[in-house]
């Protein structure tokens, strides 16, 4: 078997029985449609979706400084997370350009689980393994380890509910416990990608056809459908959450990308990346280069990344996504624009579709955002 051949989820004989259209993500063979990924996307606004999100990358790092070497290598305190919480991060290079951004949760005392992209896996625990040394740490590759499933939207919490033993009512949002899911013990968290409430179930691979059906057959009647890749973009791409490789790359700061809340310099000690950041930081309080706004088109052709935002006649930013939006019925875009123009309601804004300028609504993020 070749290295470049995909890698395959603990799901992919059941998701090529139920007739999925599969794509390469990452290196990685998955799921992108069942069926319509209007369907799927309407589906998990307001009844359910079911997500096979195996590809992401579990990095484990447990000792009595796994705490001191996360708050080292990663740009948040991570000491402040308790047992059972989770929290959204980055980890950067020394320069301050984002390698990846990741969900961190507090599994134990001095236990950590760092989840990473599918695209960034290797970069982030090769990261992670050359910052542990002088750490009394051990950062460990538990991709395998683990298959993760979603489900997401407003009927979750009543499937989950009868197929587990755990407290959902008392799982807050960004935090994980263990329980059992379908008679087999699981991580059960509460972090979501799409705008709506949901959970992630971390299971072992052999348990994960089971977890799998028994959420099929607990949320069928209450309209929970299997989702693929596309829609989980068009609902993070409506709910304003960034995407590595799109929003964030190795050339913007968490600054640039308009989240330098996620960069804590109150913490003790140094980290990787505090002085770039730090200088990052009074450029973007002075003057913010480009920021990242949401546009929504007035006609109906879709925008994609890379195409150029125009503006009198010159060119004011760039899309880094677009799709169209089933939830507001036009296609939408983020797009990093100069501060010129970033305010909501800006006129003259169009994007440059194939040499036609189209014109588009300047609005603030998020597109969509759920009633409580």
Known sequence: MSSNAPRHTALDALHRSLGA???????????????????????????????????????????????????????????????????????????????????????????YMVVANASNAQVVLDALTERAAGFDAVVRDDRDAYALIAVQGPESPGILKSITDADLDGLKYYAGLPGTVAGVPALIARTGYTGEDGFELFVAPADAEKVWQALTDAGTPAGLVPCGLSCRDTLRLEAGMPLYGHELTTSLTPFDAGLGRVVKFEKDGDFVGREALAEAAERAASKPPRVLVGLIAEGRRVPRAGYPVVAGGQVIGEVTSGAPSPTLGKPIAMAYVDAAHAAPGTAGVGVDIRGSHEPYEVVALPFYKRQK
Not at 21 to 39: H, K, N, Q
Not at 70 to 77: I, Q, S, T, Y
Request: proline share 2%; charged share 20%.
């Open 21 to 111: 259209t599969m794509t390469d993500f990452a290196g990685w063979d998955m799921p992108l449609r069942y069926g319509s990924e209007r369907d799927e996307h309407l589906a998990v606004r307001t009844k359910a979706g079911l997500f096979d999100l195996s590809h992401m990358g579990e990095i484990t790092v447990t000792g009595p400084q796994a705490a001191e070497l996360l708050a080292f290598a990663l740009v948040g305190n991570i000491a402040t997370v308790g047992v059972g919480r989770a929290r959204y991060t980055m980890i950067c290079q020394a320069d301050g350009g984002i390698l990846d951004d990741l969900i961190v949760y507090r599994l134990a005392e001095h236990t």
